[in-house]
């Protein structure tokens, strides 16, 4: 069979595989905190609204680029949280996640032989995005522990064939939120160069340290970038694939046409249980976050305490250890045997550190990624499980 060139180049996705060997071996014991999806349901108003959307018969196709209420409540939300009037009609569509947001951003701007700069560690989807557009993926590093900026590094992977940089902040898997002096001097890059910015920003809501600052609210930056954004985290609905992509209106139109003819639109009932969920508004976001705080407050001592050193996440719902300790403790070689080690022998699936670096890359080769977005007394299960694990091994 003749299968496309481009498709081998995909990994399998680690974090999926972790979750069916958790489930494999460790059926009723087992704890996941390798991928990032709540064990806690989402709201009971926004879960209600749904069922109230699908009773009232809003069961066909919705306008393709998103309900008009959806994008009215959208642009408010960010237009608040930016500073700055955004359209509804000519600046949102609703996507079916932020994953396919991404994607239609990458389709309607990127070609054959383009480049975009990537920053690694990194979400799984930005490259493979980039390889289905004919572009290829270029990798700075964020330097750990603090995951600081390689500027020299930055500068000079940029080439005529750059159009864009990857952004994601807070940042999934170190938990990094990038600074206001940070994000104007990557404006700035931006600008000198002419590149567009693709910000990944679905942890907006989720920042314990610092302030989340869009990269599209700095001076000048709305031409230039394609804010993603989504309901999965904020909400707890990672199973309804509901996002969005800001961006200029002569890039949102031709978005608007590709999203069109991939997805045709997402889900109708559960965007008009969107329009609820944003109305929920700040009482229900600062919850939820103090909510995370405590479950980040809890993990990140007690990972420390296990000897597994991490800087503790300033957003989003992730952190990522050295596993070095005890790597050379039980002879394991890498991080893969590491997660492999605490998926079958502890019963705790993690994420290896390497998945997030370019394939066949050595760096995160010391680390495994955990997640906190689950109930507190699961992460007190998971930390069990750990403590007593590894004092026998
Ligand atoms: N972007 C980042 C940085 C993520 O970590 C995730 C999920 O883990 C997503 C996007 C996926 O978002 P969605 O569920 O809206 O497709």
């Known amino acids: 069979m003749r299968l496309a060139r481009h498709a081998p180049r995909f990994a399998e996705s680690v974090i999926r595989a972790m979750t069916q060997q958790i489930n494999r071996y460790h059926p009723d014991d087992g704890v996941n905190l390798a991928q990032g999806f709540p064990d806690f349901p989402a709201p009971a108003v926004v879960k209600e609204a749904a069922r109230e959307a699908i009773a009232a018969d809003l069961n066909q196709y919705a306008t393709t680029w998103g309900i008009p209420a959806l994008r009215d409540g959208l642009a408010r939300t960010i237009g608040e949280a930016w500073g700055q009037r955004v359209d509804p009609d000519d600046e949102i569509t609703v996507c079916c996640g932020a994953t396919e947001s991404m994607l239609v951003a990458f389709m309607a701007t990127l070609d054959p032989g383009d480049e975009v700069v990537i920053f690694a560690p990194s979400y799984e989807t930005y490259a493979p995005d980039a390889v289905l557009c004919g572009a290829a993926p270029r990798y700075t590093t964020l330097r750990a522990p603090d995951w600081q900026i390689d500027w020299d590094e930055l500068s000079v992977l940029i080439t005529p064939r750059t159009r864009g940089l990857v952004l994601n902040t807070p940042h999934n898997p170190t938990g990094k939120v990038f600074s206001r002096a940070e994000l104007e001097r990557l404006a700035a890059l ?52 509901l996002g969005y992509v800001v961006a200029p209106p002569e890039a949102t139109r031709l978005i608007r046409k590709i999203h069109d003819n991939v997805t045709c639109g997402a889900a109708h009932p559960l965007q008009a249980a969107g329009v609820a969920a944003l109305a929920l508004g700040a009482p229900y976001v600062e919850t939820l976050r103090a909510e995370y705080r405590v479950r980040r407050d809890y993990l990140v001592p007690a990972l420390r305490n296990l000897d597994l050193p991490c800087t503790a996440p300033a957003g989003a719902y992730y952190v990522m250890c050295n596993i070095d300790a005890w790597a050379t403790h039980l002879d394991l070689s890498n991080d893969r045997a590491f997660s492999d080690y605490l998926v079958h022998e502890i019963g705790v699936a993690t994420v290896p550190g390497s998945y997030f670096y370019p394939q066949g ?33």
């Open 361 to 393: 890359s050595t760096q995160g080769d010391h680390e495994v990624r955990f997640v906190f977005c689950k109930k507190l007394e699961t992460l007190e299960r998971a930390v069990a499980l750990l403590e007593k694990g590894l004092r026998l091994a």
């Open 190 to 241: 931006c600008q000198e160069h002419d590149l567009y910015c693709y910000t990944d920003e679905i942890y907006d809501r989720l920042v314990y340290d610092g302030e989340h600052i869009s990269i599209a609210s700095l001076p000048g930056m709305r031409e230039q970038t394609f804010t993603v954004g989504g309901f999965s985290k904020t909400f707890s609905v990672t199973g309804w694939r």
